[in-house]
C-alpha cells in the first residue's frame, strides 16, 4: 500500500493564478481531509468528506474548493490564489474503528505552495 | 468549545535525559485521543490512539497516558532521532471522523 500520496510536492503561484493539488489514498477508506499547515498555527480543516459525493466545509474553507468522485481521489482546488494561502498543504484519510468508535486519520507527505 | 492545548511549545533535553509532554483537552464526549509525530517537510506520523482515561500505550522510549483532562507523551532516555514535533489530537462526538489538534511540541535532543 502506497497509503495517502500527494501532488505535486511543491508549487509556486503567482497571484490570482488557479490550481489543484492531488490527493489519492489505496486504503479504501471513507473519510478524507484537507488540512493547511502554517507555522506555530497547528493543522487546520479545510474540507472534508465522509464518502464518494459527500464533502462538507471545514474550519477554514474560504477560497478552495473540492469535489470527491470516487472513493480513492479527494482533490482541493484553489481558485484565484493569493498570499494568504500560502502554506503547507496535508490531505489525510481514515476509517472508524467500529470496536472503539475512533478514527484514526493517516496523512500524505504534503504539498508546499508559495502565492507570490 | 472543544479546545486542545500542548505544553511546552518547544522542549530541548540531552541523550538520555527523559521528559515529559502534554496534552490538555476540552471536548465533550472524547472518542479517542491520538498522538502523532512530524518530522520536518513530512507528513504527520501516527503514533498512538487512546480512548478513556487510565489507558495507557507504549511504543519504544514513548509511553502515552490519558486521564479526563489530559495526556502525556512521556519520552524515556530519549536519543536524537526521538527529534520531531508531538501533535496531539482529540475526536469529540461527531461521527465525520473530524479531529483538533493542538499546536504541538518541538522536541531537540542533543547527543
Known amino acids: 500500500n502506497a497509503g495517502v500520496t500527494q501532488t505535486p510536492k511543491f508549487r509556486i503561484l503567482k497571484i490570482g493564478q488557479s490550481m489543484t493539488l492531488q490527493c489519492t489514498q489505496d486504503m479504501n477508506h471513507n473519510y478524507m481531509y484537507w488540512y493547511r499547515q502554517d507555522p506555530g498555527m497547528g493543522l487546520k480543516l479545510i474540507y472534508y468528506s465522509v464518502g464518494a459525493g459527500i464533502t462538507d466545509k471545514g474550519e477554514v474553507p474560504n477560497g478552495y474548493n473540492v469535489s470527491r468522485s470516487t472513493t480513492e481521489d479527494f482533490p482541493l482546488r484553489l481558485e484565484l490564489a493569493a498570499p494568504s494561502q500560502t502554506s503547507v498543504y496535508f490531505c489525510?484519510?481514515?476509517?472508524?474503528?467500529?470496536?472503539?468508535?475512533?478514527?484514526?486519520?493517516?496523512f500524505g507527505p504534503g504539498t508546499r505552495l508559495t502565492v507570490t | 468549545e472543544d479546545q486542545v492545548t500542548q505544553s511546552p511549545e518547544a522542549l530541548r533535553l540531552q541523550e538520555g535525559e527523559s521528559s515529559s509532554l502534554n496534552c490538555s483537552y476540552t471536548?465533550?464526549?472524547?472518542?479517542?485521543l491520538f498522538w502523532y509525530r512530524q518530522d520536518p517537510g513530512k507528513g504527520p506520523e501516527f503514533l498512538f490512539t487512546l480512548y478513556s482515561a487510565g489507558e495507557e500505550k507504549e511504543k519504544e522510549r514513548l509511553k502515552a497516558t490519558l486521564t479526563k483532562k489530559e495526556s502525556f507523551l512521556h519520552i524515556t532516555a530519549p536519543k536524537p532521532e526521538d527529534s520531531a514535533t508531538y501533535l496531539c489530537?482529540?475526536?469529540?462526538?461527531?461521527?465525520?471522523?473530524?479531529?483538533?489538534f493542538g499546536q504541538g511540541t518541538t522536541l531537540q535532543v542533543k547527543p
Open positions: 471536548v465533550s464526549g472524547l472518542r479517542g
Open positions: 489530537a482529540v475526536h469529540g462526538p461527531s461521527n465525520t471522523g473530524k479531529l483538533i
Open positions: 489525510a484519510s481514515s476509517y472508524l474503528r467500529q470496536t472503539a468508535g475512533a478514527y484514526e486519520q493517516y
